[in-house]
């Protein structure tokens, strides 16, 4: 019996029955984050067509960060699941928030290099459009990997099937307020996630400010 068994049995439980599919939606979200890392690296305006193609990865794979919070679905059965002595929700809920946090912080960390990137070419004006466009662009893409089922990838090894359900669940009657609660969601959780991380890189400098002063003072 490992120690979190002995400890903490129904976060051992959560663990052995989501480990899998969490961890991997948290690869997917991360990976706009390394492709973003090599594709706005770079400070001269000049871009190939190898470029051009790994944005469009980057813009087929960005909504995988935010989409994590819909994962949320599932977090009743694992309360109901969570039957073992001990803690239920102190136990179940700290695995989401680490889940629906890392997405957003991806997110985050995503979208901030695009932005930085607008800024270093000379097109920082244009920094709040495309934040509206890139939070537009994954309510569009949560919506049809949650309610299609449609994968990052399909749209380029399938492109004609991706298509046809992508035109399906788009004109379906509830698709207009599922994608604008989507973006609520994705603009609320976006604009939180900054502030926080504002909030300890500020709280970071200041406390490294004060060491270096102390230190200079001895």
Known sequence: MTLVEQVAPNLDGVLRRDAWWMGWNILLAWIPVGLGCVLFRRRSPSRSPLWWAGLVLFALFLPNAPYVVTDLVHLRGDIVLSTQDGPVVTA???????????????????????????????LGAWRWRVTVAAHALCAIGIFLGRWARLNSWEPVVAPQAALERIVVHLTWQWAPALILGT????????????????????????????????????
Request: hydrophobic content about 60%; overall charge positive; charged content about 10%.
């Open 183 to 218: 973006f609520a969601v994705t603009w609320v959780g976006h604009f939180m996630t900054r502030a926080l991380a504002v909030a300890f890189r500020d709280a970071a400098l200041e406390g490294a400010r004060r060491v270096q002063g102390a230190l200079a003072s001895l």
């Open 92 to 122: 179940v809920l700290p695995v989401y928030a680490v889940l629906v946090g890392s997405g957003f912080l991806a997110y985050y960390l995503a979208l901030g290099g695009a932005l930085r990137y607008l800024t270093r070419i000379g």
